[in-house]
């Protein structure tokens, strides 16, 4: 099983802010039921009993809903994947720390949380510089559930099934 942490995104208009972008990129949007932040990835395992086990204590801990703020391009120069930020990464960041230490292992220092809107395969022209500077605004939020997920890949893209809830 492909497993990973993560919890479901709600944007406005997701599809609108992916259509502005499609003049520039050759790109596959995320479709709106698959938009996730991921916590942690926990790649191929057996079975989940493990993780479920160790992250009990998560249901313990309260959380609110991230808001989303802003759209940006990871590899600004040779852009990859348009994403949705969250206007309080530092909570985001210290819940990715808490969830590590529940699995024993050590936090992502690149974590950059986010919520990926499409991936891009390549820029068919130029000028989408201008479109961000002037689309960055999105309203939508990282509900708070986080969710033990398994990633199955189909030739259609991912389907995530969410095993447990915490």
């Known amino acids: 099983m492909r497993l990973f942490l993560g919890s479901f995104a709600q944007i406005s208009a997701v599809g ?37 086990d160790r992250l009990r204590e998560l249901k313990m801990i309260p959380r609110l809903p991230i808001a989303l703020h802003r759209v940006d391009l990871f590899e600004a120069h040779n852009p990859r994947i348009l994403y949705a930020a969250p206007s309080s990464p530092v909570v985001a960041r210290a819940l990715h720390e808490k969830i590590a230490a529940l699995l024993g292992m050590q936090p992502h220092e690149t974590f950059t949380p986010h919520v990926t809107l499409a991936r891009i395969k390549h820029t068919k022209q130029e000028g989408w510089q201008k479109i961000l500077t002037q689309n960055r605004e999105v309203s939508g939020e990282i509900e708070p559930t986080i969710y033990l997920i398994e990633s199955r890949l189909t030739p259609s893209g991912p389907v995530y099934l969410p095993i447990e809830a915490f």
């Open 16 to 52: 609108e802010i992916t259509a502005r972008f499609e003049p520039f990129f050759d790109m596959r949007p995320t479709p709106p039921s698959n938009l996730h932040l991921t916590w942690y990835f926990l790649g191929e395992h057996p079975s989940p009993a493990p993780f479920i």
